[in-house]
């Protein structure tokens, strides 16, 4: 037990700080209310009124989120891959080449459809 004393010390200092943070921050702040500071905040733009029932929105956005997160998830995968290169052997290498074909097919599939297009 008197290994994790440290660690639960600087958790309960963590604790109080961001308590004490928070505190400080509600009593000593200014209390300015206005309707400026009710309305929902878009980056200095003047906020577009919104269809009833919904409006539609562009999904490349998310799908290019997505593809980012995908590859850049493949990238932390050929790291390590690529430091014990030399010790996996042939298993190592065939595997990792079929997780970039994996990888490769619907990159390609994305790209010919223009997924990859601004416009």
């Not at 004393?5 to 928070?22: C, D, E, H, R, Y």
Request: glycine fraction near 10%; hydrophobic fraction near 50%.
């Amino acid at each position: 037990m008197n290994v994790y004393i440290p660690l639960l010390t600087l958790a309960g200092l963590a604790a109080l700080f961001a308590g004490f943070s928070v505190t400080m921050a509600t009593l000593t702040g200014p209390k300015r209310y206005n309707r400026a500071k009710y309305d929902a905040y878009e980056c200095g733009i003047e906020p577009t009124p919104q269809p009833i029932g919904g409006g539609k929105f562009p999904v490349k956005y998310y799908l290019t989120a997505m593809m980012f997160i995908i590859f850049d998830i493949e990238i932390v995968f050929l790291y390590p891959w690529a430091v014990y290169f030399d010790a996996l052997g042939l298993f190592g290498f065939l595997a990792m080449l079929l997780f970039l074909i994996n990888l490769t097919i619907p990159y390609v599939y994305e790209w010919r459809r223009g997924g990859l297009d601004w416009d």
